[in-house]
């Protein structure tokens, strides 16, 4: 299914969140309803060069009906050699990153770094194109506060042959800081006859709802946004949730972990996701703390299973 064919109505899509879009959690928001959910970004050197960590990233579950991966490089040839790794041969759709600001990624002229150099970032869309499946990508509206080149990197990233962007409202020299430019996707989404969907600041139905009639894209991409609440998605496309307690929610993210990973693995990363499935409720702290010093998973399911507060029926 192309991305024109998923994107014929709006429709809300989980974010490539480094550390958190793992595959338990991109189960929890596809069974809610989210249209797609991405893989955390891999490195295309990583996968094509062999590194163990970069494939344990890619797991998936059947609830993605349309799987979705993100990638990150330079090299138009490393990254269709990644295209065409056989560790993605499930995947219908190869999302570039052309938005992270981190230094590490932007120093080796990764990420937002290529904002600046649009012939790079067309080099590499015309690259993915051989590999046969759908391409698109992820971008900020520019790289430096006080230069927004969003509009014409679209254009270009258009012509050479992206299905889909997705805009992020803020710089490279913001970060994450501020507020996302609603208006300036807007001019993006004019600017272009391909889907673009908008990204940044929203966390509730309401928040959609203003983003969509901002900026007229065709759905909305939902990052931080999601933490903690992945039947935020179901409330989006008002269908019944699939969970009545977050501990339903949490048993069964766990439970996928464990069918991909080690128990030890899963500790790890389960700690910052429980840590989000109490934001903002009275006595979460002393939950998080527990949750935080746990050593083991029988630790840290048991600090779950004493926690009154994930039996609280989700509002």
């Known amino acids: 299914m192309s991305p024109a064919e998923i994107f014929d109505a709006p429709k809300a899509v ?8 793992d595959v338990g959690f991109r189960r929890l928001c596809a069974r809610a309803g989210a249209a797609l959910t991405y893989t955390e970004m891999i490195s295309a050197k990583g996968l094509v060069y062999g590194s163990v960590k970069t494939e344990d990233l890619l797991h998936t579950t059947d609830a993605e009906k ?8 330079r090299e138009p040839e490393i990254m269709l050699a990644a295209a065409r ?10 999302d570039v990153n052309m ?12 990420g937002s770094a290529l904002l600046k150099e649009p012939e790079q970032a067309a080099k590499i869309v ?30 270009i ?13 803020r710089t490279r020299e913001q970060f994450y ?17 391909i889907p ?8 509730s139905v309401d928040g959609y709802r203003d983003m969509l009639g901002v900026t007229g894209a065709a759905g909305v991409m939902i990052a931080r946004g999601a933490l903690g609440q992945p039947w935020l998605f179901a409330d989006i496309a008002g269908v019944k949730r699939p969970w009545r307690t977050r501990r339903e929610a949490v048993d069964e993210h766990i439970a996928t972990m464990l069918a991909f990973h080690s128990p030890v693995y899963v500790a790890a990363n389960m700690k910052k996701h429980l840590a989000y499935f109490v934001k903002g409720l009275a006595g979460g702290k002393a939950f998080k703390q527990r949750v935080f010093e746990s050593t083991s998973l029988e630790e840290l399911t048991a600090a779950a299973r004493e926690c009154e507060l994930l039996d609280i029926p989700i509002a």
Not at 89 to 94: A, G, N, Q, R
Not at 131 to 143: A, L, Q
Not at 197 to 202: E, Q
């Open 14 to 21: 989980l974010a490539p969140i480094a550390g958190f879009s």
């Open 66 to 73: 349309v799987k979705a991966v993100q990638i990150f490089g």
């Open 85 to 94: 790794h056989p560790a993605l041969e499930k995947f219908d759709i190869v």
């Open 99 to 110: 938005g992270c600001p981190v230094p590490k990624i932007v120093g080796n002229g990764e």
């Open 126 to 155: 015309r690259a993915l194109k051989l590999s046969g499946k759908h391409v698109t990508v992820k971008f900020r509206i520019g790289f430096e506060q006080n230069s927004r080149t969003g509009v014409d990197f679209a254009k």
């Open 157 to 169: 990233l258009q012509d050479a042959g992206a299905e889909l962007l997705t805009v992020h409202g």
């Open 177 to 193: 800081s501020g507020r996302a430019d609603r208006e300036y996707i807007a001019e993006v989404v004019r600017a272009v006859d």
């Open 196 to 203: 673009v969907l908008a990204n940044g600041d929203v966390d």
